[in-house]
C-alpha cells in the first residue's frame, strides 16, 4: 500500500513561499506560505519526518495464519501483545508502548519494521501484516505511522542504541485494555493499535 501524500501535492494548494527554518538528524521544519482551498493565505510552520513504524508483535492471535484449525485452536489462549518501557523526555514520564522507530531515508517500511524489532526487544518473527496506517498529529506534523501485526515470534538479543534504556514485557490483551480505558497507556499508537486487535480478534 503506497503512502500517503503529503498535503503539498494538493493541485489545490499554492504555495507561496518556503523556508527550512531548522533541519536536524530526526525532523526538519519548514515556514510556509501558502493559499489553501479555501482561499485563505496563511503561514504554515511545519515539521517534516520521514514516517515511522509501530511493531504489535503478538503471541497466540494467529490472525495471519491461512489455516481456521490453527486459529480455532489459538483462541484457547488469549493473545499477549510484547509492549517496552522507555522514559521519554519529552513527557518526562517512564511509559508503556508497542515498539516503534523511524524509517531511515530510502528504506521501506516493512523491512525498517523488522530492523527496529529486533533492535529494541531482540525478537523476530515470521509473519507480518500492515494493519493501520494514520498520521500523528496533522495539525503541524506530516510524520505517518505504519502499525504492523507480527506473529510466529523468536526472541533473540535485543541491539539498542546506546541511549536507549528498554525494558520489555507480554501483557494479555485483557492487561493492555484495562491499562488503555483506564489511562495508564497514554501513548496514542498504542492505544490505537490494542484497540484495533481487541476487535479483529473478537471478529
Given amino acids: 500500500m503506497p503512502r500517503a501524500r503529503k498535503s503539498s501535492t494538493n493541485k489545490q494548494v499554492k504555495i507561496l513561499s518556503s523556508k527550512v527554518a531548522y533541519r536536524g538528524p530526526v525532523f526538519s521544519i519548514t515556514s510556509d506560505q501558502v493559499k489553501e482551498p479555501c482561499g485563505a493565505t496563511v503561514r504554515r510552520d511545519i515539521v517534516r519526518h520521514s514516517g515511522s513504524v509501530v511493531m504489535m508483535a503478538v503471541e497466540g492471535s494467529n490472525l495471519l495464519s491461512r489455516g481456521k484449525k490453527k486459529q480455532q485452536r489459538a483462541a484457547k489462549a488469549e493473545p499477549r501483545v510484547l509492549m517496552v518501557r522507555q522514559y521519554r523526555y519529552t513527557v518526562n514520564d517512564f511509559i508503556w508502548e508497542l515498539p516503534a522507530g523511524r524509517i531511515d531515508e530510502g528504506e521501506d517500511e516493512l523491512p525498517a519494521a523488522k530492523r527496529e524489532l529486533l533492535e529494541e526487544t531482540g525478537y523476530t518473527a515470521e509473519r507480518w501484516k500492515r494493519v493501520l496506517y494514520f498520521y500523528v498529529s496533522p495539525g503541524f506534523l506530516d510524520e505517518t505511522m505504519a502499525v504492523y501485526l507480527a506473529e510466529d515470534l523468536t526472541s533473540g538479543q535485543a541491539q ?44
Avoid at 536507549?164 to 490483551?173: H, Y
Avoid at 492487561?175 to 490494542?194: E, F, H, N, P, W
Fill in 160 to 203: 539498542p542504541e546506546e541511549d536507549e534504556s528498554i525494558v520489555k514485557r507480554f501483557f494479555t490483551l485483557s492487561q493492555a485494555l484495562r491499562l488503555v480505558m483506564r489511562g495508564k497507556i497514554r501513548d496514542a499508537k498504542t492505544i490505537a493499535s490494542v484497540l484495533w486487535l481487541n476487535q479483529a480478534i473478537k471478529g
